[in-house]
């Protein structure tokens, strides 16, 4: 393995669950000599991509990374990569596409795309999508993490219409069916003759940073239809996490979209 190599190698061992490691476990987690490691580490030191915490005497990210996290960000900004994607998938599903970022009671539009027809599902930018009745909130809400799901289902929950379900032991069966098939569908639950499938995607935290929903009018979406609207999804989903981290995420329940 070449010294580039290794030292990439050895920076992915850090994550939110191991912010600081300690030299022995780093040699252990990349399979190298503790001598190499700290050869390593040194030289990734001196360039700030790596610092010693002088009080645990363990090793964490540098302020480097911090440069170059806003010139990414700057050349590929969250905004920017999801309207992409929205462009993207409107174009192949033909259907109105929105990308919803997490807020206090419910999903926020980050960027949408409607189809260049005339008959389409509007949106409003400026509304925002609850967690319990939404396609885009079942989505968010059954991907993450079990403290967050906890606490926003504490959320008083309004009924917008006469198909909105907002009792908890049905809405976690409508959870739990989510997460098993690996996307969610609502049908009428926010606005009667409209229906969306969701799916989530991850980027570095616990949660999902977001999700993309695609919303067509309920009569037209049967089974085929719901199974292809998912595999664009999840087309979508790989798409937009790899503009954002790199890299599909291996949380991200898009591999099992219905193919």
């Known amino acids: 393995m070449k010294t580039v190599d290794k030292a990439m190698f050895l920076l992915r061992q850090f994550s939110l669950e191991n912010l600081e490691i300690g030299l022995n476990d780093l040699a252990r987690a990349t399979d190298q000599d503790k001598a190499v490691t700290r050869r390593l580490l040194l030289s990734l030191i001196k360039h700030g991509f790596i610092e010693q915490n002088p009080e645990t005497r363990k090793y964490r ?21 999801t309207q992409v994607v929205t462009q993207w998938l409107s174009a192949q599903a033909n259907e109105t596409v929105h990308v919803g970022i997490p807020g206090a009671v419910g999903l926020g539009t980050a960027s949408f795309t409607l189809p260049a027809r005339g008959n ?48 908890e032991a049905e809405l976690r069966e409508i959870l739990r069916e989510t997460r098993s098939r690996g996307f969610s569908c609502a049908r009428n639950t926010v606005e009667i003759g409209v229906a969306s499938v969701a799916m989530p995607f991850f980027t570095d935290g616990k949660d999902p940073a977001g999700t993309i929903a695609i919303a067509v009018p309920d009569l037209n ?21 790899t503009a954002l981290t790199g890299a599909p995420s291996s949380r991200s329940p898009a591999s099992l979209a219905v193919q």
């Open 120 to 167: 389409v599902i509007n949106l409003q930018p400026a509304e925002t999508y609850p967690y319990h009745s939404s396609s885009s909130g079942l989505a968010f809400l059954a991907f993450c993490s079990e403290d967050t799901r906890e606490r926003l289902l504490k959320l008083k929950r309004e009924k917008l219409t006469r198909f909105t379900v907002t009792d």
């Open 221 to 241: 979406l049967d089974a085929a239809r719901q199974a292809e609207l998912a595999a664009l999804l999840g087309a979508a989903i790989r798409q937009l996490e």
């Open 61 to 81: 990210l540098g302020h480097a990374f911090l440069s170059l996290a806003r010139l990414r960000e700057a050349t590929v900004p969250m905004v920017k990569a």
